[in-house]
């Protein structure tokens, strides 16, 4: 089975605060993904990676940045975070690009 | 126009009711089509891919129009398990993106 582990479910920081959410995944899948979920705009592709040290920016990068050291790690930074930055994100991992997509449980960030 | 649309529901259907839902998307590049489904403040898990000619696991069948542009899950039998928000998710023409709808949501009622 596949399993995609994120490092808190439930985090609550600052405004301005330096946030990293990491993302580790054990399959030696090549591809990694992160996502916020918010209700009613769904799920949006903030950044993903198709390789090691390699990144490309999704749909909404602004504010974000991530790094992929590890082929099984995949951290997204937030250098300030603001309070619109509050959301469910999620980190997701595939074997080949367009393919299936395994979601780890979500980190639900609350930015006071 | 978003590139993969779901009418948002929620489909209140009773126990042992079909029930089908319909997604349409944009791009007619796209080459993978996917089901997942949601349960509430859990992450999304593959329900279904979605091939060409259709296919079928157990009492859910996914269909593919490709002409049309949309595509169709169709769960027989509905059980009280089977409430979820159900995402029809597409990849974007010939990247890796995958884009998701918004979901429907499906109640089942006893």
């Known amino acids: 089975d596949v399993k995609v582990t994120q490092s808190s479910r439930y985090l609550v920081k600052r405004t301005g605060e330096k946030v990293f959410l990491e993302c580790v995944q054990d399959m030696d899948h090549e591809n990694m993904f992160w996502y916020r979920q918010d209700p009613g705009l769904g799920l949006r592709l903030i950044y993903f990676?198709?390789?090691?040290?390699?990144?490309e920016k999704g749909d909404i990068p602004e504010g974000y940045s991530v790094s992929r050291e590890k082929k099984e790690r995949f951290s997204l930074i937030l250098e300030s975070a603001s309070t619109n930055q509050t959301s469910m994100y999620l980190c997701?991992?595939?074997?080949?690009?367009?393919?299936?997509?395994?979601f780890g449980p979500g980190t639900r960030l609350t930015v006071l | 126009r978003k590139e993969v649309e779901q009418d948002p529901g929620p489909f209140n259907v009773p126990e042992g009711a079909t029930v089908a839902f319909n997604c349409t998307y944009s791009?007619?590049?796209?080459?993978?089509f996917f089901w997942y489904r949601q349960d509430c403040r859990k992450e999304p898990k593959l329900l279904m891919s979605v091939y060409s000619s259709g296919n079928e696991d157990g009492r859910f069948t996914a269909q593919l129009n490709r002409a049309s542009q949309y595509i169709s899950l169709l769960i027989r039998d509905s059980k009280l398990s089977d409430s979820a928000t159900y995402l029809c998710?597409?990849?974007?023409?010939?990247?890796?993106?995958?884009?998701f709808g918004q979901g429907t949501t499906l109640q089942v009622k006893p």
């Open positions: 997701a991992s595939s074997p080949l690009p367009k393919d299936t997509q395994y």
């Open positions: 791009n007619s590049a796209s080459q993978s």
């Open positions: 998710v597409v990849n974007s023409g010939n990247t890796g993106k995958l884009i």
């Open positions: 990676s198709y390789d090691v040290k390699m990144k």
